[in-house]
């Protein structure tokens, strides 16, 4: 089951990568975006609590406050990270989610995993290195979109371990936390829409490419919790990273993007450091243990 998940959020991820600089985000308004992602959601989720049964469903919505603002402030600075950086360089920045992962998790990684770590945080900075290839627009500021990019990669890490935290001391309450999570970001994304009512009002109707990346956001924020169940918030780290080094693949072949010579060494350490982490038979195994 739990790489059957990784493989669904991988293939997730790497369609979303390739697509997102196309869509053209500039245009549109973060807080709606973000409703609608929440919105569809929230009724997948009623659909398959009622399915499973509302009697599996916790009553106590207040400890995912903490998990929800978390999320919500890591999908807003998300957004104006990719507003401010091209979609690679937002990508690449955000993989040092990890590294916040592996700081916050109550599972002990082994000194290999550690290196490991170290080697991927390596890799990603070559490949940010020199980034001539760039690709440069009127509303892109580095400075500001790194800043914001690694604050919404902390939030993210933050937020996914609080939530694994919680789902991994119960049974079967997974859609039923999704709904409250969902539910929770679509109040937040209300309140948002209203304080940007005049910017919406002038903004540009949604497109159907942006229309397609909002389901498909969903459909990771749908994958996310039952990876965290049934792996771990550092795993998901690393498949997100593979996924996005693929995501860079196919984009040179369909986009004819040429990337510096370092970012190919940079791809060889983060591939490295995957198979080093992933080498820790023991400790995984102790991470599927503690379901």
Known sequence: MKYKLLFALAIQRIIYNILIHTAGIEHYSAPLALLMIDSIHF???????TLTGWEKSPGNW????????????HNNFQFY???YLDPYMHQMVYQINIIFASLITPIKLSI????SIFVLFVGI?????????????PQHNHMIGI?????????S????????DIIKKEYSTTWARQMQMSGLGVIGSIISCIQEYNFIIESEPISTLTFILVIINCSGNIIIPFVLKYSSNVVKGFSDTLAVLMSFIISQILYHWQPHPEFYIGIVLIIIAAIMFQSEKKNIKSEVLTV
């Not at 890490?157 to 694994?164: I, L």
Request: charged share 10%; hydrophobic share 60%.
């Open 81 to 83: 990270g990719m507003l």
């Open 125 to 137: 900075c070559i490949v940010l290195y020199h980034r001539d290839d760039a690709l440069i627009l």
């Open 157 to 164: 890490a933050s937020s996914n371990q609080a939530f694994e």
């Open 147 to 155: 800043m914001l990019t690694i604050i919404a990669a902390a939030s």
């Open 43 to 49: 009724c997948i989720s009623v659909i398959m609590v």
């Open 112 to 115: 290999k995993q550690r290196i």
């Open 62 to 73: 207040k400890i995912m406050l903490l998990p929800a603002i978390l999320a919500f402030l």
